[in-house]
């Protein structure tokens, strides 16, 4: 299970890097395919909130698909699932964490702000882009990602799609 992270550690932890809400997102982007991404998100949400999990199709995100994470939410408490990991994500990392959570991560360190970043798009229902550059868990991690919602119902996060592209 993974603890929802507090308003102070999420803070400290923005506060380190550069990190985008929804306002912020579009003029943010730098990778083409996270752009791609996010504009095809844009296209299934139409003038919805969010669009469902099932209107997202891994075949038209062949563009992105090894940099992919597809992550289940629950509810009460609050915890994330890894649905689906990207092969160049699971080759960076050196773990599949498909079917996994926070504990399981290689890195404590990075699981703790990718907990924080999920943790914000549940609760504010819109996307967050972050770019990382420091030092964590004695690693230098380097990367842009992108995390958008999904929801079955239109009000309640209940997956995110979220796009990181590693920068050597």
Known sequence: MIKVLGDELIRSVRGSAEAKSAADVPDAIKHPALRQLY???LDKRGDRVMPA???IDPVELKF???N???IDVTHDPL???MRLHGTNLVQRTGVDLTGKGEKDAPSPGTARIAVGDFTYVVENREPFHRELNQLIDDSMWRYEGLALPLSVAGSRVDRLVVGVIHVI
């Open 79 to 81: 915890d994330f699932t």
């Open 68 to 70: 992919l994470m597809l």
């Open 39 to 41: 504009h095809y998100w």
């Open 53 to 55: 999990p099932d209107e």
């Open 64 to 66: 992105i698909l090894g």
